[in-house]
Nanobody
Framework: QVQLVESGGGLVQPGGSLRLSCVAS?????????????MAWFRQAPGKEREFVAA??????YYADSVQGRFTISRDNGKNTVYLQMNSLKPEDTAVYYC?????????????WGKGTLVTVSS
C-alpha cells in the first residue's frame, strides 16, 4: 500500500502565505527509496483541468509559469515529506492541491496521488 497525505490547506487572504505538506508512506517509500522519487504538486480549480504546479527531481526544481517566484517546493527525505511554500497568494490560486510521486518523471501520468487539500484565497 502506498499513501500520500496532504495537509496545510485552508482559507487565506490575498497576499498571504500557506505551506502545504505531503507525507509519503508504504512499501514503495522506504527511507532509502523516497529520495529517488520525483515528487510534484498539481492543482485543480473548480471547473478546470488539473494542472502542474511544481516538482522536485534529484535536487532540481521545476515550476509552472503562473507560480514561478511565488511558490517553493522542497523535500525532507528523512521525513518522507515534500512541501509547497506558497507566498503572495492570489484568488486564482484557489484550488484543490494534490501531491504526486513517480519513480521517473513528473506529469499527469505520475504513479501515486494523494487525495488533495483545499486552498481558498479570498478576502
Amino acid at each position: 500500500q502506498v499513501q500520500l497525505v496532504e495537509s496545510g490547506g485552508g482559507l487565506v487572504q490575498p497576499g498571504g502565505s500557506l505551506r502545504l505538506s505531503c507525507v509519503a508512506s508504504g512499501r514503495a517509500f522506504s527511507s532509502y527509496t523516497f529520495s529517488s522519487y520525483v515528487m510534484a504538486w498539481f492543482r485543480q480549480a473548480p471547473g478546470k483541468e488539473r494542472e502542474f504546479v511544481a516538482a522536485t527531481r534529484w535536487g532540481a526544481t521545476y515550476y509552472a509559469d503562473s507560480v514561478q517566484g511565488r511558490f517553493t517546493i522542497s523535500r525532507d527525505n528523512g521525513k518522507n515529506t515534500v512541501y509547497l511554500q506558497m507566498n503572495s497568494l492570489k484568488p486564482e490560486d484557489t484550488a484543490v492541491y494534490y501531491c504526486a510521486a513517480d519513480p521517473k518523471n513528473y506529469g499527469q501520468h505520475m504513479n501515486f496521488w494523494g487525495k488533495g487539500t483545499l486552498v481558498t484565497v479570498s478576502s
